[in-house]
């Protein structure tokens, strides 16, 4: 089997922690607001990978692979609660994603909540 992208990593990231209850959008970081600015001044066109960009996923150094993820919460729930169910939603996809390529390795993932709306 092959190696998974990680732009398929990124993508079931992304629909899980904006699927899990409690989740307003995902928190783009500066590098990614500023290639999006970058984008925009050399072309009209732009891609979705800047403009969902709340996420950081890196191999670690025993094969697996480190998740990052930054969301805007709803302030109507707990956020340590939110934050728990997408990192366990995040955890499930992300393994499910390496499984479907025959390649399950250990997943950690860093919720980071950076406001609520």
Same mark, same amino acid.
């Given at each position: 089997?092959?190696?998974?992208?990680?732009?398929?990593?990124?993508?079931?990231?992304?629909?899980?922690?904006?699927?899990?209850?409690?989740?307003?959008?995902?928190?783009?970081?500066?590098?990614?607001?500023?290639?999006?600015?970058? =984008? /925009?001044?050399?072309?009209?066109?732009? #891609? =979705?990978? !800047?403009?969902?960009?709340?996420?950081?996923?890196?191999? #670690?150094?025993?094969?697996?692979? !480190? *998740?990052?993820?930054?969301?805007?919460? !709803?302030?109507? /729930?707990?956020?340590?609660?939110?934050?728990?169910?997408?990192?366990?939603?995040?955890?499930?996809? *992300?393994?499910?994603?390496? #499984?479907?390529?025959?390649?399950?390795?250990? *997943?950690?993932?860093?919720?980071?909540?950076?406001?609520?709306?």
């Amino acid at each position: 089997m092959t190696a998974p992208h990680p732009e398929d990593i990124q993508q079931a990231v992304a629909a899980a922690a904006l699927a899990a209850p409690g989740v307003a959008a995902l928190q783009p970081a500066l590098a990614d607001r500023l290639a999006l600015a970058a =984008s /925009r001044a050399i072309t009209a066109r732009t #891609t =979705s990978h !800047h403009e969902a960009s709340g996420i950081r996923c890196e191999h #670690t150094s025993e094969g697996g692979w !480190h *998740v990052e993820v930054r969301c805007i919460l !709803h302030a109507d /729930r707990r956020v340590v609660d939110i934050a728990r169910q997408v990192r366990e939603d995040v955890r499930t996809a *992300v393994t499910a994603c390496l #499984t479907q390529h025959g390649t399950p390795k250990p *997943v950690t993932v860093l919720v980071t909540v950076t406001r609520t709306v």
